[in-house]
């Protein structure tokens, strides 16, 4: 088989950034009054895409709400640069072995362009 693209998750694959997205998502949400979670929630809607996150998060939620918290929560999140601490060990061997042999690399990820974007400055 000729692989020529391989395709890359960005949280939790390439970037160790599950408890970065876990603490902003708990910050933003208990500053606005809404009730602390355990921590392993917000571990397990990372990969959903923040809408159906914050529904299972905390049903009920209306659109407004969720305007507010996804705020708050870029707020944090982007006052932490990811640095290439943040890169999992060998990723970046990895990627550079792939771009060498010739082969296209690409992210998917549940993020919005803009936070993608944000993430790889």
Not at 30 to 52: C, F, H, K, S, V
Not at 86 to 95: I, K, P, Q, T, W
Request: hydrophobic share 40%; charged share 25%.
């Amino acid at each position: 088989m000729d692989v020529k693209v391989v395709i890359f998750d960005w949280d939790g694959t390439l970037v160790d950034s599950v408890d970065h997205i876990a603490d902003s998502l708990h910050q933003a949400a208990t500053e606005l009054g809404y009730p602390e979670l355990e921590r392993e929630a917000y571990r397990d809607i990372i990969g959903l895409g923040m809408i159906e996150a914050l529904e299972k998060l905390y049903p009920g939620i209306t659109r407004e709400e969720m305007t507010t918290i996804r705020e708050g929560y870029a707020r944090y999140f982007f006052a932490k640069v990811t640095t290439p601490q943040n890169v999992f060990e060998g990723m970046a061997d990895v990627l550079a072995d792939l771009r060498l042999a010739g082969r296209g690399c690409s992210v998917a990820t549940g993020k919005s362009r803009r936070g993608l974007e944000g993430a790889l400055v």
